[in-house]
């Protein structure tokens, strides 16, 4: 008994779905960090020259202002000019970044909309069990694994940023315009190799988000035994498995409509296919039925296949309607039935 209750299963696929209805999916802040930082960068290198351009405009601008008055006039001017070249330069970098995030979400746990978490729980408003989560070894791990990423990155950066500034007293004899290629560039590696060390944290706390996130959701031998129990009962599980089912039956069906010997229509509402094998049955065989739009079916496999599409409305509507699939047909139909066999053997010589 004790074994059924420890929580050594891997949960179900409606344990994990309820988990997201809550909200509860595993995320990696580090790992949506890095794809925002990531795309911030692309988005930095790609605006470079539409940055620059602003901001050369505005300081333009500033310099003509010299040895004009100031008055309350001018400073609105002067800050609003500030306030919407700086919106300028800054919206497109916020919009990836946005954008950046949503994406880092979606390659994390796919889409998720729901309204569970915006729901006010004020047990959280718990000041004793807030002051206590301060001190705890949760936060005590998560400040040393910030401080270690922290430290790490920024070793690395100064490293490869030392072994530039080595290369000062040669790049000083640049010109100005190499000068600044040579910054740009130095400036793009420090970031990327930075950027790739973040990129090493984030997959590591990924995996280890999504191992905790899993192990939390583990459940017991008689959860799952409870869990089964309950969908048995539910009609929406019940029809969802039907439909299941029927759909898996009416594909094993249509796969058989290539090996008929003829497919009799009615023409238009039914469709029933029908084989002999003497090695098998004393009879022939319905191996696939149908009405309305899985008859159009049928016959237009048996069309695609070339088996032979015969019209005779009693005997179609007979076969539907008496006769099951993988059954034989009764004796009353024999003679009709052997009539089109009949004719179809003999257009096909055999």
Same mark, same amino acid.
């Given at each position: 008994m004790a074994d059924d209750l420890e929580k050594t299963e891997d949960p179900t696929p409606k344990k994990i779905e309820?988990?997201?209805?809550?909200?509860?999916?595993?995320?990696s802040q580090d790992a949506s960090g890095v794809i925002s930082l990531f795309f911030a960068? %692309?988005?930095? #290198?790609?605006?470079f020259g539409f940055m620059g351009?602003?901001?050369f405009g505005?300081?333009?601008? %500033?310099?003509? #202002?010299?040895?004009?008055p100031i008055t309350q006039s001018s400073l609105v001017d002067l800050a609003f000019t500030m306030m919407m070249e700086f919106l300028i330069i800054a919206i497109p970098l916020a919009l990836v970044v946005a954008i950046s995030g949503v994406i880092g979400g979606l390659a994390q746990f796919g889409f998720l909309f729901t309204t569970k978490p915006l729901?006010?729980?004020?047990?959280?408003?718990?000041p004793i069990k807030g002051f206590g989560n301060l001190f705890s070894l949760k936060k005590l791990i998560e400040g040393a694994k910030i401080t270690l990423k922290a430290m790490t990155t920024m070793g690395v950066g100064f490293t490869f940023f030392f072994f530039f500034i080595q290369e000062l007293p040669t790049v000083a004899l640049f010109p100005l315009t190499d000068q600044l290629d040579w910054v740009k560039d130095k400036i793009i590696i420090i970031a990327l190799v930075m950027l790739l060390v973040l990129a090493v944290f984030a997959l590591i706390d990924l995996v280890i988000v999504r191992k905790q996130y899993f192990d939390k959701l583990k459940m017991s031998k008689q959860e799952i035994k409870d869990e089964m129990k309950n969908m048995e009962g539910d009609p929406h599980i019940k029809g969802k498995i039907r439909q299941i089912q029927m759909e898996t039956a009416r594909k094993r069906m249509m796969a058989e409509v290539p090996h008929a010997d003829v497919v009799i229509t009615n023409p238009t509402h039914y469709a029933v296919a029908v084989k002999y094998d003497g090695s098998k049955h004393r009879a022939p065989v319905v191996i696939a039925k149908g009405m309305n739009t899985i008859a159009v079916n049928i016959k237009k496999?048996?069309?695609?296949?070339?088996?032979?599409?015969?019209q005779n409305p009693p005997l179609a509507r007979a076969l539907y309607n008496e006769v099951n699939i993988d059954q034989p047909i009764p004796e009353a139909l024999f003679v009709t039935v052997a009539e089109i066999l009949a004719y179809v053997y003999k257009i096909d010589n055999r």
């Open positions: 309820d988990s997201r209805k809550e909200g509860n999916v595993p995320k960068i %692309l988005a930095i #290198l790609m605006l351009d602003r901001l505005l300081s333009r601008y %500033l310099f003509s #202002l010299q040895g004009m729901i006010p729980d004020f047990k959280k408003l718990d496999v048996a069309r695609e296949h070339r088996v032979h599409i015969v």
